[in-house]
């Protein structure tokens, strides 16, 4: 199945835009504490999931992971409930290291316009860029392990929001509302 490009953009929020923007452009200094071996303190997947639609996954060092939407909605908070959470943003973010090369820095902060996920690296030198094709089996080993690695996280807050519903958690208390309605 060939990885062709989306008819158009995908349309996105202000709220969005702003809230990626943030995550992409935090300071290291918030992570110090957490940073003993690496250089790298947060890791942003930019993942299509349908021609409308634009999840970006945000972890840190500190084990916080959050999911934003193309629609101006989120879903966070939930590692300061669920330990799987945080363990499973730690593990990501812990072994990102080895794909900051000098070949994948980057200046520009694009969304994808394909299928293919965009993997920023964020460290104290810098932003690096990863692309990962979702597809089964077209990625190389060493990417293979990577998109095992964020999909975990994803597992565990899928895992949360549902024990948030069981609990009577209320989503929409944890959503920014979308102002497009």
Same mark, same amino acid.
């Given at each position: 199945?060939?990885?062709? #490009?989306?008819?158009?953009?995908?349309?996105?929020?202000?709220?969005?835009?702003?809230?990626?923007? #943030?995550?992409?452009?935090?300071?290291?200094?918030?992570?110090? #504490?957490?940073?003993?071996?690496?250089?790298?303190?947060?890791?942003?997947?930019?993942?299509?999931?349908?021609?409308?639609?634009?999840?970006?996954?945000?972890?840190?060092?500190?084990?916080?992971?959050?999911?934003?939407?193309?629609?101006?909605?989120?879903?966070?908070?939930?590692?300061?409930?669920?330990?799987?959470?945080?363990?499973?943003?730690?593990?990501?973010?812990?072994?990102?290291?080895?794909?900051?090369?000098?070949?994948?820095?980057?200046?520009?902060?694009?969304?994808?316009?394909?299928?293919?996920?965009?993997?920023?690296?964020?460290?104290?030198?810098?932003?690096?860029?990863?692309?990962?094709?979702?597809?089964?089996?077209?990625?190389?080993?060493?990417?293979?392990?990577?998109?095992?690695?964020?999909?975990?996280?994803?597992?565990?807050?899928?895992?949360?929001?549902?024990?948030?519903?069981?609990?009577?958690?209320?989503?929409?208390?944890?959503?920014?509302?979308?102002?497009?309605?």
């Amino acid at each position: 199945m060939a990885n062709k #490009q989306f008819n158009n953009r995908i349309v996105v929020s202000k709220p969005y835009l702003v809230t990626r923007n #943030q995550a992409l452009r935090l300071s290291p200094s918030n992570f110090t #504490q957490f940073m003993k071996t690496s250089t790298v303190y947060g890791v942003i997947i930019d993942m299509p999931m349908a021609p409308t639609v634009i999840t970006t996954l945000a972890c840190y060092v500190n084990g916080a992971a959050n999911l934003y939407f193309s629609n101006g909605t989120d879903y966070s908070g939930a590692a300061q409930r669920y330990p799987g959470v945080v363990q499973a943003a730690r593990v990501l973010v812990n072994n990102a290291a080895r794909y900051a090369t000098d070949e994948t820095r980057v200046n520009t902060l694009e969304l994808p316009n394909t299928r293919d996920h965009l993997v920023y690296i964020l460290t104290t030198n810098g932003i690096h860029r990863v692309t990962i094709n979702p597809l089964p089996n077209q990625q190389t080993p060493e990417l293979r392990a990577l998109l095992v690695l964020y999909q975990r996280v994803m597992g565990e807050l899928h895992n949360a929001q549902m024990k948030d519903k069981k609990a009577g958690i209320d989503p929409s208390t944890l959503l920014v509302p979308n102002i497009n309605k």
